[in-house]
């Protein structure tokens, strides 16, 4: 069976001949072709994020798309006068997301060979087969969760923060203190899952191991009594941030075992990560138990490893991992810490469940 292809998470639009039937500068009329808006509307309806890399009047164009009510579905635009690959590997970059994720559709093919050359992940299809994109499996995600339908609304929200961000005066812990950030670690539920496992998809910067949990597996951990499958989620001022975190850990009478940590890169500057495994530090310090971690290290996420580093995870021997009764799988360590207690976060308000009671003794899920 062949592998699935890797899913889009962003389509960078030209604008000429591509969006709409002609050129801008020659005709400021140009009206867009049959079925573009239903494109954007369906793949925006399934998560996958719009943005554009055009040779135009910037000021012209954009306000072509705001008249022909399309410029709402474009995050991130690079309208101007350079190379198109930088302004994709720049929209890649604004929106953290490895080039691999990334498609570009443009009518020239000199402009579709010049991304390719200097960004060969990128993905470059044809105008003429814009229409076709939904159908295809690297736009076709196999869940679309509430989160989904509305990222791009999540991503706008992180423009206007990262906007007010700039023109703040003061330190960072000021600024996010002035977010009311609301931090909710909660036990995942059946509705949950699909949000779960579409973490464990597209999270690669701070995801510790890399594992993809499919549905049934996680499902099958959420009836276990000994694990406990947890989401993170995330809102201030300015909106939800969605499910931005997921847990995964196995509880022992003396040690929990934390198999997945896994973090949206849209919350790696707000502290996100540290403020989570603070919590169950402390929750472990509480219960009296050691903490091991699995870590395998990829190459993206070595900023999963900083946190697991900062937070005081070793990976020096110790007796506590025979508990685990099993040898890692093939490029994972385990990493291990004493716990201790931890104070809670200042830069946002925290509710979470206490864990400390013994294995076996977890709250039913409805």
């Not at 006068?81 to 953290?96: H, M, Q």
């Not at 549905?215 to 300015?238: I, S």
């Amino acid at each position: 069976m062949a592998d699935k292809p890797t899913l889009v998470k962003c389509l960078v639009w030209d604008l000429d001949n591509t969006v709409w039937d002609g050129t801008l500068l020659e005709d400021p009329s140009v009206e867009p072709f049959p079925g573009i808006l239903d494109t954007l509307v369906e793949l925006d309806s399934r998560g996958i994020l719009h943005s554009v890399s055009s040779k135009n009047d910037h000021d012209l164009a954009w306000k072509r798309l705001e008249e022909l009510g399309l410029a709402e579905y474009f995050v991130h635009p690079r309208i101007g006068w350079g190379p198109k690959s930088d302004a994709v590997r720049e929209i890649a970059e604004r929106l953290n997301f490895a080039e691999k994720t990334i498609a570009f559709i443009d009518d020239q093919p000199a402009e579709r060979a010049e991304v390719t050359y200097a960004a060969p992940d990128v993905r470059c299809y044809p105008a003429d087969q814009a229409t076709s994109l939904p159908g295809r499996p690297e736009f076709s995600p196999e869940t679309i969760t509430v989160d989904s339908r509305r990222r791009r609304e999540m991503y706008q929200a992180g423009a206007r923060r990262e906007a007010e961000k700039e023109t703040f005066k003061g330190p960072d812990e000021d600024f996010l203190r002035s977010l009311d950030l609301v931090m909710e670690i909660k036990r995942a539920d059946q509705e949950d899952i699909s949000r779960v496992e579409e973490l464990t998809l597209r999270t690669s910067q701070m995801n510790a191991t890399g594992v993809h949990y499919s549905d049934a597996a996680l499902r099958a951990l959420l009836a276990d009594p000994d694990h406990e499958v947890l989401t993170v989620t995330l809102t201030d001022r300015f909106g939800p941030h969605g499910a931005v975190g997921v847990l995964l850990l196995e509880r022992h009478p003396e040690l929990w075992h934390l198999k997945l940590l896994a973090t949206s890169c849209r919350v790696v500057s707000f502290g996100a990560g540290a403020v989570i495994l603070n919590w169950l530090i402390d929750q472990a310090a509480r219960a009296g138990v050691h903490l091991a971690a699995d870590f395998r290290r990829t190459d993206r996420n070595r900023m999963m490893d900083i946190a697991y580093r900062f937070a005081g995870f070793a990976d020096d021997p110790c007796a506590c991992l025979a508990v685990l009764g099993e040898p890692a799988a093939e490029g994972v360590q385990q990493l291990h810490l004493h716990a201790d207690r931890r104070d809670a976060p200042t830069t946002m308000r925290l509710t979470a469940p206490e864990l400390a009671a013994a294995a076996g003794e977890k709250d039913p899920v409805g």
